[in-house]
């Protein structure tokens, strides 16, 4: 996650402010794969004393995924959303090749622009 905020800031112009959102994706993410570990190793199915019932990490994983495509959608990380956000402008000139420096996400980068 120490690298994938700094990352996501630059990228989707972020600005402080959103960065608890950015951090909610990482753990969602991160939750999201620990449902489906679990539901790897122990099926979909599991047995109680009523019987064999829907394991309750299917449930997790569905709420998290559903967490997770609204987080993409509000940070601009789809294709369909990703349409909807300006990037930040870095200067420089007009042959496309300028990058963010690596400490670009040290300041505030401003909030996302919508067209």
């Not at 990352?7 to 620990?34: F, K, M, N």
């Not at 959608?73 to 496309?96: K, N, V």
Request: charged share 25%.
């Amino acid at each position: 996650m120490a690298r994938t905020i700094p990352a996501l800031v630059v990228a989707a112009g972020l600005s402080d402010s959103q960065r608890e959102t950015a951090i909610e994706y990482c753990l969602t993410v991160a939750r999201l794969w620990q449902a489906e570990r679990e539901l790897s190793r122990n099926g979909l199915v599991v047995e109680t004393e009523r019987g064999n019932v829907k394991s309750p990490w299917v449930t997790i994983a569905h709420q998290y995924r559903s967490h997770f495509r609204s987080l993409v959608g509000e940070l601009g990380l789809s294709p369909a959303s990703a349409t909807r956000i300006t990037p930040p402008d870095f200067g420089g000139d007009d042959d496309g090749d300028v990058r963010p420096s690596r400490w670009t996400h040290c300041g505030n980068s401003g909030s996302p622009r919508t067209r």
